[in-house]
């Protein structure tokens, strides 16, 4: 039933430290979920995995759950000419008759459902300094063209958030087209559909980067708190409009509080349930209670604020009064009554109806 049940034969005390070999095969193959299909699946002419919540036992054997992070040591064998990408550092490559074997290490805390492989016919090209892409080679004049300002995105990024918190990051482009795009520890993939080669999904490579710094490097340690990772990618995606001059992410936060006062009001963002978990409200009242938040502040205190956060969190696990102990703190030193932002909280992550745009 999903479920290992291991006896010892001499008792084990608390608190020690053991190891445990777990021996395991099988034909990896994709988890029926309330979400469709997760996990390893084949590609027309390879493999991915997207596990994102509850894929990973599909292809190895895991306590999954987001609180649960470990450090990785992945190998992975492929026929020729086949590349096989994951996350971390690539340590070893090495060919033996008509198979490779790809040794990749992953030295930073990794939550289960972040764990990948990619397999295809796929070529490597810089896109800047720590930036990378992985690419069918007749899609690399299209990826370079969408992906052109992926290393000033992250250059962005750090000047706001501090450090990105990884060796580098890789974006990797599937020939097959894929519904959604998915980030994973160090790296995002995206579907060949997403590189239109006019910029129409350049929201969602700010989303997929931003997901470094919220969601695997600070990671979640249950679900229902989706919308600390995903808010904040996405209001990633309305700073990053702002940066280039388009619009002002309080303009972007307004039209899409307008689609939002028009949808259901039927959730409650700080415990979505299942069925709504990836849904776009929880995105979007998520990034709107940001930038709430960042209206109360003033850009100073909330910044700083954030950038606490991430600093003290990084590589661990985190629940919401992790953040909001940050924001408490930034609030008092700006001499913002409590009541006003407890009330603030209270409105837009535990009642159901919409409340009024943040002035
Ligand atoms: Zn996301």
Redesign the pocket.
């Known amino acids: 039933g999903g479920k290992v049940r291991i006896t010892f034969d001499d008792t084990i005390e608390a608190g020690t430290d053991f190891v445990l070999t777990v021996r395991y095969g099988g034909n990896p193959r994709p988890i029926r979920t309330a979400w469709g299909e997760i996990g390893w699946e084949e590609t027309e002419s390879g493999a991915l995995v997207a596990s994102q919540p509850n894929g990973a036992p599909s292809w190895f054997p895991c306590d999954d759950t987001p609180s649960e992070k470990a450090t990785y040591d992945i190998r992975v064998t492929a026929d020729n000419p086949f590349t096989v990408i994951s996350n971390g550092t690539l340590v070893s490559k090495k060919a033996q008759n008509s198979t490779t074997t790809w040794h990749y290490k992953v030295d930073s805390p990794m939550a289960t459902y972040l764990a990948t492989i990619q397999v295809g016919e796929y070529t490597k090209f810089k896109l800047g300094r720590n930036t990378t892409a992985w690419a069918p080679a007749h899609l690399r004049a299209r990826v370079e063209e969408e992906f052109k300002q992926q290393q000033e995105m992250l250059d962005f990024y750090e000047s706001v958030f501090g450090e990105y918190p990884f060796p580098d990051y890789q974006v990797v482009i599937t020939d097959d087209e894929l519904e959604i795009p998915l ?1 994973a520890q160090g790296l995002s993939i995206f579907g060949s559909n997403h590189i239109a080669g006019d910029h129409r999904f350049e929201r969602l490579i700010a ?2 980067l ?2 470094q710094w919220f ?1 695997n490097a600070v990671g979640i340690s249950e679900w229902k708190d989706i919308w600390l ?2 808010g904040f ?2 209001y990633c995606e309305w700073l990053w409009v702002e940066h280039l001059g388009t619009s002002t992410a309080h303009e972007v936060a307004r039209s899409h509080y307008l689609v939002l006062s028009r949808k259901g009001q039927d959730l409650t963002l700080a415990d979505p349930g299942t069925r709504d978990m990836f849904d776009d409200r929880v ?1 979007k009242r998520g990034a709107i209670t940001i930038h709430a938040l960042r209206r109360l502040l003033g850009d100073e205190a909330f910044f700083a604020a954030v950038r606490n956060y991430l600093h003290d969190a990084r590589h661990s696990t985190v629940v919401p009064d992790d953040f909001i102990g940050h924001v408490e703190a930034a609030a008092t030193r700006a001499g913002i009554a409590p009541e006003e932002l407890a009330e603030l909280l209270d409105v837009w992550l535990n009642q159901k109806p919409l409340p009024k745009f943040p002035a």
């Open positions: 980030e989303h997929e931003a997901h969601g990772n995903e990618a996405c995105y």
